[in-house]
């Protein structure tokens, strides 16, 4: 009950940083916006990607940018924490260890969720269209969770550990230029065995792959369980990570 | 560290005095719970640091160099924070009293970031006493401060301990410790080498030779008389 308590005092802390500064849910939305239109609107007419309406082909990808991007400020705020010494406040009174962390990832959550609604939003203007059931929906809704779950995580450890501002957001780039290498953009086929290889084998293939196919309403490839222990592994390994980091974190 | 044996009295002023990197920050980490320590035994208020971490920081509050203030929110919402993670039935009310007893009416509503350098320390101060736990640790509450800021802190912390609170003081500056101390210890290569009260420790020395020195008004005594703050210490 306690636990919950401090939980909720933690989250709030950090929704209420992150509804301070709008500005950075505009950047994290305007960021994967930007190559949403270039893709669509300039490469868009010469990528054979199979589909009729690229819009739905490339926004799976979109969504992995925007994560991808959205959860570098959990590094950047968090650095800002352990930089003002509030961190330590925190750890020197009695509350749970690691509710701090928990606060700054649930947050992610709710700021990673909002910055895809508006994207959502934009697509849909572009021409994204989906008639899927509900159930699918949900899947999706829940994978991409996951993802953002797992990525947060993994965005904490930098935000505890960096020397500097810049290292802390700059585990997000290359997460932000996996998906290139993938079938996100344009098919594998045309690419050099070496790439071809990588690009099919990386999680983010997987990923797209699965939301492409659940929006899209064919069957779902096998894929989505190399996405799923992807994405469960990355996040068990990130959290482990993390808390050993954070309770060893001495000032 | 080696071999540090102290003991603080309850309801005192203990000031730490060291030489440069002899682990002062070392010993206040550890005694906040933040350090585990290799070996020995440490007791915080009735309770090991080891054993029974949860237990000391119910007992502590750790304010100055490495535990800050939230930037972003204004005075009464850290406070309420503070308050709320300190599990107190009304943190709205606790944030009120605090702000009215350390004088922050204006640091109440504005963003501490935006706050005078004294105002920040009171606030810090105020928010040390959230809960009222019995032992303080101030690390170094003054560096930084304008010599009208450092009175204010001053002003405070002797107001505390004459509430019956302990207070566990590092500095820098030895003229602090002077004024504020019961108890003085001095940490020299992880070793406290002297401990005692000011007195106690004077008499380690030589007898005073009376000397006739001209009595020339200090800088800080021309300062605050000129900028109208004449209750120097």
Not at chain 2, 127 to 140: A, N
Not at chain 2, 207 to 229: C, D, M, N, R, S
């Amino acid at each position: 009950m306690l636990l919950f308590s401090d939980l909720s005092v933690m989250l709030g802390r950090s929704l209420w940083y992150i509804f301070r500064s709008m500005d950075t849910i505009i950047t994290a939305t305007v960021t994967p916006i930007g190559p949403l239109l270039l893709f669509v609107y300039v490469f868009g007419g010469t990528i054979q990607s199979g589909t009729a309406n690229y819009v739905n082909y490339v926004l799976p990808r979109i969504f992995l940018v925007a994560i991808a991007s959205g959860t570098s400020y959990t590094s950047l705020r968090l650095f800002t924490d352990v930089q003002r010494g509030i961190m330590e406040r925190f750890r020197s009174m009695p509350i749970a260890s690691s509710t701090l962390l928990w606060g700054h990832v649930l947050a992610s959550l709710v700021f990673n969720a909002m910055s895809l609604l508006v994207i959502i939003l934009v697509a849909l203007l572009m021409g994204f269209r989906s008639s899927v059931g509900l159930l699918s929906r949900l899947a999706v809704v829940a994978i991409l969770a996951l993802v953002t779950l797992a990525l947060t995580w993994l965005a904490v450890i930098p935000g505890l550990t960096a020397r500097s501002i810049d290292g802390a957001a700059a585990f997000a780039y290359p997460l932000i230029c996996l998906p290139f290498i993938s079938s996100a953009l344009v098919p594998t086929r045309s690419m050099p065995p070496v790439v071809r290889a990588f690009a099919e084998n990386q999680p983010g293939t997987a990923i797209v792959n699965t939301i492409r196919a659940l929006l899209a309403g064919t069957p779902v490839p096998r894929e989505i369980w190399l996405a799923l222990v992807w994405c469960v592994a990355l996040l068990l390994v990130a959290y482990f990570f993390a808390l050993r980091v954070y309770n060893k974190r001495v000032p | 560290m080696r071999g540090v044996e102290s003991a603080v009295e309850p309801g005192r002023i203990f000031a730490l005095l060291d030489s440069n990197g002899a682990g002062k920050t070392t010993l206040i980490t550890i005694l906040s719970t933040l350090l585990r320590p290799d070996r020995g035994t440490t007791i915080v208020c009735g309770f090991d640091v080891v054993s029974q971490p949860a237990q000391v920081r119910q007992s502590i509050s750790l304010t100055g160099q490495f535990a800050a203030v939230d930037e972003l929110l204004t005075g009464r919402e850290n406070l309420i924070m503070i308050a709320r993670l300190r599990h107190l039935q009304q943190p709205r009310q606790v944030a009120d009293e605090l702000l009215a007893r350390f004088d922050l009416s204006e640091a109440a509503n504005c963003q501490v970031a935006t706050c005078a350098g004294g105002m920040r320390l009171r606030l810090d101060l105020a928010i040390s006493l959230v809960g009222t736990p019995p032992i303080m640790f101030l690390d170094e509450p003054t560096t930084g401060l304008d010599p009208e800021g450092r009175l204010e802190v001053w002003k405070v912390v002797k107001e505390l301990a004459d509430g019956g609170r302990t207070i566990f003081l590092t500095t820098q500056y030895l003229d602090e410790a002077e004024q504020l101390a019961d108890q003085i210890a001095i940490l020299h290569q992880g070793k406290i080498i002297a401990c005692g009260t000011l007195m106690e420790l004077k008499q380690l020395f030589p007898p005073a030779k009376v000397e006739y020195v001209e009595k020339q008004p200090t800088l800080e005594e021309i300062f605050l008389t000129i900028i109208g703050k004449k209750e120097a210490y």
